[in-house]
């Protein structure tokens, strides 16, 4: 078998098992509201890009939480990941190409 087939394949086998695994979760409806004052998609953005000074301000005050429930879901969700992928710097702190000019 090729060598790059035999570092690939484990590799695609467990994020296809992670992802088969992620198809069966859902969220507790009552999480889930869709009221006028429940956090949607802005304060989903918002909530991921103060999420490391949240947590760390969790781990003194049991009051803070870094996480919105209920909250709108998808979008919330959605902004929450956006927040801290791209507003926290998620993916320029991981690249390798940062410091070349």
């Known amino acids: 078998m090729n060598s790059r087939l035999q570092r690939t394949l484990p590799a695609s086998g467990a ?3 992670l ?7 859902r969220q507790v409806p009552a999480a ?3 009221a006028p004052e429940t956090p949607g998609f802005l304060l989903g953005l918002w909530h ?3 999420f490391p000074w949240a947590w760390i301000a969790s ?8 996480y919105a429930v209920p909250n709108d879901g998808g979008w919330y969700d959605f902004g929450f990941f956006v927040g801290i992928t ?3 710097g ?12």
């Not at 992802?19 to 979760?25: D, I, P, Q, V, Y």
């Not at 781990?59 to 870094?66: E, K, N, S, T």
């Not at 998620?90 to 000019?101: A, E, V």
């Open 86 to 88: 791209v507003l926290g």
């Open 19 to 25: 992802l088969l695994l992620g198809a069966c979760a």
């Open 59 to 66: 781990l003194f005050d049991p009051a803070i939480a870094v």
């Open 48 to 50: 991921g890009f103060i």
């Open 15 to 17: 994020v296809l098992a």
């Open 32 to 34: 889930v509201s869709h």
């Open 90 to 101: 998620g993916s320029w702190f991981g690249s390798r190409r940062r410091g070349r000019s």
